[in-house]
C-alpha cells in the first residue's frame, strides 16, 4: 500500500478569512483538474436542474476556490497557495496528466520553488514553498534585501518549533 504524504484536509465548515471566486466554462472539467492539484470538492449548491451552480474546492485550511459556471474570462484570477510538503515535481506531472498548462517547478530569487498551473478557462493558481535548503540564505537576503514594517522569528514556516 502506498503511504499518503499529503496534509489532510480539513472538511470542517468554518468561516473563511480568505478565497477564491473562479469562473469557468465547465465545471465538471475544472473539477477534475484542481483535483489533481490536491483539492476536493467539499461541497456543492445545485442549480436548475440539479446542475451545480456554485462548487467548493478546499485543499489545506484556508485554501478554499468557489468556483461558478459562466462565461469566463481569460487571465482574470491568480491565485497563490501554500504548496505545504508536497513534491512539487509529482503535483505538476499529475496536473499536466490532468491537462493543466503547468509551469515548473521552477526557483525563484525569493527562495520558494513554485509550480504554476492553469485551467482551460486562463484561471491561474501557483503552489509555492520554501526552498528547504536555502533557509539561511533566505533569512539573510530578507534581512538585508526586504524593508518593511514586519517582524520573522528565525523559525522555518513549516516547522515554527525552530525558534
Do not use: C
Amino acid at each position: 500500500m502506498t503511504k499518503n504524504n499529503e496534509p489532510a484536509i480539513d472538511r470542517s465548515i468554518y468561516p473563511m478569512p480568505m478565497f477564491v471566486n473562479l469562473v469557468v466554462s465547465n465545471l465538471a472539467a475544472a473539477e477534475a483538474l484542481y483535483a489533481s492539484a490536491g483539492f476536493i470538492t467539499l461541497a456543492a449548491i445545485p442549480g436548475p436542474g440539479d446542475v451545480p451552480s456554485l462548487v467548493h474546492l478546499r485543499r489545506e485550511k484556508y485554501q478554499d476556490i468557489l468556483m461558478t459556471q459562466g462565461p469566463a474570462e481569460r487571465g482574470t484570477t491568480t491565485a497563490s497557495f501554500a504548496a505545504g510538503a508536497i513534491d512539487l515535481a509529482v503535483a505538476a506531472e499529475r496536473i499536466r496528466a490532468a491537462g493543466g498548462d503547468v509551469t515548473g517547478p521552477i526557483d525563484t530569487p525569493w527562495f520558494t520553488t513554485d509550480v504554476t498551473f492553469s485551467d482551460a478557462d486562463g484561471n491561474t493558481v501557483t503552489l509555492t514553498a520554501p526552498r528547504q535548503v536555502d533557509q539561511a540564505a533566505a533569512q539573510a537576503w530578507v534581512a538585508d534585501q526586504i524593508t518593511g514594517d514586519f517582524e520573522t522569528s528565525g523559525a522555518h514556516p513549516f516547522n515554527p518549533s525552530e525558534d
